[in-house]
């Protein structure tokens, strides 16, 4: 890639990914939330991965942290749901809004979004979608680049056998 | 001026989180200093006052949001992303 693209790349990409926080910030009240959000924040990655190359890019995202921030976005999600079915009833109560008013103050205080919205779990559950989209979609580009380099790899070394049978 | 603690701390968390995965790489020949991400600051700053108060809060003139967010990218690249440890490739 050219010098141009090196240098831009990499400010933008960060732009881009404050951007895509921003989306699942507001997901709860605009338009966008943990997937779109999570999906620019992996597309500014993706940007990096496709300028740099796997083993340049400025972002390390190795398979252990590509695994436990997925695992994390998961287990947040699952475990506000639990939460809602332990203090309600139901799986994923909004014990932060409480419309049945069901749960003590206490609770409800505790899963509150403190912004002047109050919107109980649902920014929680959009960081958690938010998470999980962001490396689900990077991890396949990943994976396409390092099949990618394998085959190339895999084909350079079969050229150089014959080479030498011959 | 009002700012929120909500979209602050997660704005933060995943800010940070994202900086943390920022390295140096000798190899590639680019090096990445502190004015890149004093540029990536001015510019943060002059997005997110063009932004306004997003999303529908009338707090601040500003998107305390995207202002978190970069602060946290730019605090764990310098707490956990200063190594220059070279990427491990899957087998």
Redesign the interface.
Known sequence: MSTIL??FV??AA??I???G??T???GH??PGGGFQGGAM?AAALIFCLII?G??????????D?LSA?ESVGALIFVLLGIAGLAFSGFYLYNLGVDIYHIVPATIQNLFD?????HAGII?YLN?AV??KVMVGLTAVVIAFM?FKEYEEESEESEDLNEEEVE | MIV????TA??LL??F??GT?????P??G?K?GAS?YI??LI??VI?SYA?GP??????TPF?S??IA??VG?ILGKLVFGRGN??????E
Request: hydrophobic share 50%; aromatic share 14%; proline share 10%.
């Open positions: 090196k240098i990499f400010p960060l732009v990914m404050c951007l926080v921003l699942i910030l507001g009240i605009t924040i740099y796997l083993k340049d890019s400025p972002f390390h995202l190795s398979h942290f921030v979004y403190p912004d002047p919205t920014p960081f938010g998470l390092g | 929120y603690l909500g979209p997660l704005g995943l800010g989180v994202l995965r920022i390295k140096d790489v190899e590639s680019l990445f890149v540029l990536f510019v943060a997005v932004q997003f999303p529908y809060y009338t707090g998107a949001g995207l967010t970069a990218i440890t070279p990427q491990k490739m899957e």
